[in-house]
């Protein structure tokens, strides 16, 4: 894990290591102030053959180079503190960078079992926790470390009796913070599950907030929230016990320093063992020694944050990736023949259990041994239930999830045997829930190909049936729709959706349920675009609404998985099966 922590440190090793060189001057200018204390107070004063205005003279040039010191640290710290802060937050965004790229690298299955909160806190909190570390653990432990050495070496070497007294103390501040240690970084691990709880809650209820408003259920989303606030309240509670005991304890072992310095020196200057001057001096140095070490103990609590922090940067990172053929081709455009042999999948759910105290993987069966053909430029319609397995199938086409049994293969080829980008380049999806990006008409139509012209994307929303209306809008296509397209209605973001799949052109079309949310008017406005749309395309289509799929060159029928009729409109009605009780349930008898 350390190895993993300091590797992000690499392009940045020419700043780190000057930073690292002003740390190592400011500790050594901080044993200047005890140094020329003790040949002031043991050369200087007790010389009773040296002239008064030369003493004089002596101590103000001695001040006059511990300022000079003192100005040096200044400019030093200020390197620390700035440069020390930038590569911590260049590495922040490095890794969050990485952090990022993972996650669009990581399969549907993932974002299925974590919520986008949760997700969110990892980028957010904990990349901050871990740039504090990043700068403040290494000047830490490096100044803190060498005041101590220097503090310590310099102890001995006025008087090796007393600094054995003073150092007696700390190994039972070692101790103290082993035991400690482990309850911190339990409590502060604890508490960063806590806030993504949180973090996941309000992203949740923020984005439902209209469906929230329209409920009058604004209660019960405080009441969900609640429970992931008290979650915290109760965690951070538990780490500031921890906390608070440890400090407590380790400043008791401090103020220990302290009456050891007081006993031990007075009983050593009474027995005439220990001169005044150095004894003045000790209790000067003593504190080069105690507040280093004071600061090294203070520094848990942000070690722990940020030690925690990173691991929890690092599950994401070593989550696994969609897996890909290492022998995989590109393809440039396909025709779009489409062939199920024997495909079985299943989803894995984690379930939470109790007397286990672990979660574990139950696999639910959506599809089994699903067969069917569509050749290429024809349209096939999947109708049944919910949950029977037609948006699995559309899903298992542009490979977001893997097969469990059987294959998939388009122009005779297997579609893991396709590269990602190139497989996904020629389909085309419209599903029934839109997601539309926070920015302008034209970007969101650009998200189809983002390398069109102004008047491919013209042409494009023509063919969808919204350029006039984007033509009556003040700012035409630079036109905001706000996050999630809020200021459009549910007809107007499907039609941007469309307009979008126009401009990418695929061969391979799937439509998900694309107009079911619609009313009739907007549907037949729509569903106009949609033919257009399907014109030489091979087309799956998943519809409730058995009237827009009349004309399906084949109709399947999933029912519990598998696949219990097939054929076309009039075909399956002559065999009055489920198909005709779905029509009848529709239209009547």
């Known amino acids: 894990m350390l190895k993993r922590f300091i590797s992000y440190y690499k392009p940045y090793k020419g700043m780190f290591t000057l930073d ?79 952090l990022f790229t993972k996650l669009e690298k990581l399969p549907f299955s993932y974002y299925d079992e974590h919520e986008t909160g949760k997700i969110m806190s990892r980028m957010t909190n904990d990349l901050m926790d871990i740039s504090e570390l990043a700068h403040h653990g290494p000047e830490n432990f490096f100044i803190c470390g060498i005041s101590i050495i220097l503090s310590l070496g310099y102890l001995f070497y006025l008087n090796w009796v007393f600094a054995l007294i003073i150092l007696g103390c700390v190994p039972l501040l070692i101790v103290i913070t082993l035991i400690y240690r482990k309850k911190m970084r339990d409590a502060f691990m604890a508490t960063r599950k806590s806030v993504a709880e949180i973090n996941g ?59 050891a310095l007081l006993a031990g020196g007075g009983i050593l200057v009474a027995l005439g063992k220990l001169e005044i001057s150095i004894y003045v001096t000790f209790v000067v140095s003593v504190s080069l020694f105690i ?8 520094f848990v609590e942000q070690y722990q944050n940020g030690v925690t922090g990173f691991k929890r940067f690092v599950e994401i990172i070593d989550e696994k990736e969609e897996e890909t053929d290492p022998n995989s081709i590109t393809v440039s455009k396909l025709k779009g023949e489409i062939e199920f042999h024997d495909v079985s999948f299943g989803y894995h759910n984690k379930d939470y259990d109790i007397e286990e105290n672990e979660y574990q993987q139950e696999r639910k069966e959506v599809l089994s041994h699903v067969s069917f053909k569509l050749d290429e430029g024809k349209t096939i319609a999947l109708v049944g239930p919910s949950g029977g397995g037609k948006t699995t199938i559309c899903h298992l086409i542009p490979n977001f999830y893997k097969c469990s049994d059987g294959y998939i293969t388009i122009d005779g080829k297997r579609i893991n045997q396709i590269t990602f980008d190139s497989l996904r380049r020629n389909i085309g999806i419209v599903q029934q829930d839109v997601f539309l990006f926070n920015g302008s008409i034209k970007d969101n ?18 063919r969808a049936n919204i350029h006039d209306y984007i033509m009556n809008l003040e700012h035409g296509y630079d036109t905001q729709i706000g996050e999630r397209g809020v200021r459009l209605s549910g007809g107007q973001k499907q039609r941007l959706s469309i307009a979008r799949v126009f401009l990418k052109n695929p061969s391979i079309l799937i439509l998900d349920e694309a107009t079911s949310a619609l009313d009739n008017a907007t549907e037949i406005l729509i569903q106009r675009a949609l033919d257009d749309l399907c014109k030489g395309r091979t087309t799956i289509v998943v519809a409730h609404r058995l009237s827009t799929i009349r004309n399906a060159d084949e109709i399947l029928v999933v029912m519990d998985g598998i696949i219990k009729e097939r054929g076309t409109h ?5 065999m009055n099966g489920e198909y005709t009780k779905l029509y009848q349930a529709q239209f009547g008898k």
Request: charged share 20%; net charge neutral; hydrophobic share 45%.
């Open 20 to 98: 690292m060189l002003a740390s190592l001057f400011i500790a050594i200018i901080g044993m200047a102030y005890p140094i020329l204390t003790n040949i002031i107070l043991r050369n200087v004063v007790p010389d009773e053959q040296m002239e008064e205005t030369r003493k004089i003279t002596l101590i103000c040039i001695l001040a006059s180079i511990l300022i000079a010191c003192y100005f040096i640290r200044m400019g030093l710290r200020f390197f620390v503190q700035y440069y020390g802060h930038v590569i911590g937050v260049k590495m922040q965004a490095d890794m969050r960078r990485e």
């Open 201 to 259: 809650a309000l992203e949740s209820s923020i984005s439902g907030v209209r469906v929230t408003k329209a409920f009058t259920n604004s209660e019960k989303e405080l009441e969900k929230f609640e429970i992931g606030n008290k979650s915290f309240v109760k965690s951070r509670s538990i780490a500031y016990k921890a906390m608070g005991a440890y400090s407590s304890t380790t400043t008791f072992v401090t103020d220990l320093f302290n009456v």
């Open 291 to 298: 507040t280093p070490l004071t600061t090294l103990i203070n």
């Open 445 to 462: 139509i650009l998200y189809g190909r983002l390398d069109a012209t102004m008047e491919e994307v013209i042409d494009a929303a023509k």
């Open 570 to 574: 009039e075909e399956l009605l002559l």
